[in-house]
């Protein structure tokens, strides 16, 4: 079963688009066709987008943040099916509080408070400036160290920490270097020595692993079965031996690996 779905805003859609996604992914036996529609702030676009969608069959699915209760109206009144995130909660929340809200378009995507804004563009920098081991000398200024094989994910969750929580955050990659040096798996990496209480380790399993290589070097020894099992055998390793915490990221998202990174990051310390 296919459907449409439209998610609709009037700044950047980011979050309409994740918390439609997320309700969308209770139905597995639909299959749904997604389109974002960002900035749709006066009645002209609106009553556009509703010219091309009203006549659609089935009718469209429609994930709305339109702060502007005319515009609202406008998309409500077309007949297709929409579900606005305001409407739904913003009347609910003024009777908690006890007040009328006051209504500011792109107020949830706005660079808001500067500082926080700053923060987080410096920690993108960092994580730019720290990925992949080839510069280590900053990793004292890091929040923390991402360790893993090749192609486990280190790079877009060092960059999402950065972007979306102005996390710190540098990453190592263990290579063959790392694993045929003499002392193997008897010592860290020398880089990794003075932080192992920044370290976290990131682990995939093997046939994972191996589908992600062999999309960017097909039939190499890099994406090999044989060689994605050694290299995972020997991080676990490592991680045991010198209790580095470890987050098994096969089945994760970039986003849930980030969340369970920083939930762990603030955890009180006991």
């Known amino acids: 079963m296919k459907r449409k779905v439209y998610f609709v805003s009037d700044h950047t859609g980011l979050t309409v ?21 960002p900035f749709v702030d006066d009645i002209a676009k609106v009553r556009e987008l509703v010219g091309r969608i009203a006549t ?41 509080l006890g007040i009328h809200s006051a ?4 107020k949830h995507h706005g660079i808001g408070d500067p500082g926080s804004y700053q923060n987080r563009m410096h920690a993108v920098h960092f994580a730019v400036d720290n990925d ?30 950065g972007l979306q929580y ?14 045929e040096r003499d002392n193997a798996g008897e010592e860290l990496p020398q880089a990794l020595r003075p932080y192992r209480d920044k370290l976290f380790g990131l682990r995939i399993e093997p046939a994972q692993l191996q589908r992600i290589r062999s999309e960017r070097r097909p039939d190499s020894r ?14 676990d390793a490592l991680f045991r031996r010198f209790a ?19 939930q762990r990051l603030r955890k009180p310390q006991m």
Do not use: W
Not at 103 to 106: A, H, S
Not at 223 to 234: D, H, N, T, V, Y
Not at 244 to 262: C, G, H, K, Q
């Open 17 to 37: 688009e994740a918390i439609g996604r997320a309700l969308l992914s209770q139905f597995p036996d639909f299959e749904f066709q997604t389109h974002l529609v």
């Open 222 to 235: 890099y994406a090999s079965l044989e060689q994605c099992q050694r290299e995972i055998a020997f991080s």
């Open 56 to 96: 659609e069959e089935p009718p469209p699915l429609v994930f709305s943040s339109l702060v502007d209760g005319e515009l609202r109206a406008v998309l409500s009144g077309s007949g297709v099916p929409s579900f606005d995130f305001f409407e739904t909660y913003t009347t609910p929340l003024e009777q908690a």
């Open 103 to 106: 209504p500011r378009l792109g």
């Open 244 to 262: 580095v915490p470890v987050l098994d990221v096969t089945a994760m998202s970039i986003e849930e690996i980030a969340a369970r990174l920083v």
């Open 166 to 179: 102005g996390v710190r955050a540098a990453n190592y990659p263990l290579t063959d270097d790392d694993f």
């Open 132 to 161: 992949d081991g080839a510069v280590t000398r900053h990793y004292g200024e890091s929040d923390l160290i991402l360790v893993g094989v090749s192609r486990s994910g280190k790079t877009p969750t060092c960059l999402y920490l």
